[in-house]
């Protein structure tokens, strides 16, 4: 897996890489203990340790997982989400999508992604209000991006529930997955974002390609 502030780098073929992780939730004690924290029945270390982070990712192996910090900049991938979406720890996903043009190209219902993820971190620049990080990132998006330019106009504040994702990726073609938030109960600001193969589509055959 690849984490922020590490020379780890994912597999080009990310297959063996994963098959190395020894994926399985059972065999990771360290993920075991952070999902009970996720779920508040237990004390455990810093949700946010870059081992912890580096033993959950790579225990699930088999599905796309990043993890973000409250500004939505990546900590770190496994091995499958580096392969597929082309994320790198220090990516900010919202700047990403809004003014990286082959992103741009991958999401071809942006017109529904876009003011979805918005709205979402409206919602999280309010709930940190005093923190000028938020700031300098929406103005940098501002200056960059008419399309952010116009979302943000419209003054659209909650978190607006996932909707499915589809992405044309250059050589799996198109992959639709059902995404899921993961968050440790007292760690608000880390979120796990976890792809699950929609059911009825190729994703999960095309998965197993390079799994």
């Known amino acids: 897996m690849r984490r922020a502030g590490s020379g780890c780098t994912a597999s080009r073929t990310p297959g063996g890489a994963l098959r190395r992780s020894g994926g399985g939730w059972g065999r990771s004690a360290r993920c075991r203990c952070w999902w009970r924290r996720a779920a508040g029945t237990t004390a455990d270390p810093d949700a946010r340790d870059p081992a912890r982070l580096a033993d959950l990712l790579d225990a699930m192996s088999r599905r796309p997982v990043y993890a973000v910090d409250r ?7 496994n091995a499958l989400a580096a392969y597929v979406f082309g994320i790198e720890p220090g990516h900010n996903c919202l700047v990403t999508f809004f003014t990286d043009e082959g992103t741009a190209r991958r999401y071809p219902f942006r017109d529904v992604a876009g003011p979805m993820m918005v709205a979402q971190f409206r919602a999280h620049a309010a709930r940190y209000a005093d923190d000028a990080r938020f700031r300098e990132i929406v103005e940098d998006l501002l200056d960059r991006s008419a399309e952010f330019r116009t979302l943000w106009d419209r003054h659209v504040v909650g978190v607006t529930p996932h909707v499915d994702l589809v992405y044309d990726h250059p050589s ?3 992959l639709s997955f059902a995404p899921t938030v993961l968050t440790p109960a007292d760690g608000a600001d880390l979120r796990l974002f976890v792809y699950i193969p929609k059911a009825g589509t190729p994703t999960e055959q095309a998965l197993r390609r390079i799994v």
């Open 71 to 77: 500004y939505w900049d990546v900590l770190a991938t």
């Open 172 to 174: 799996l073609g198109r």
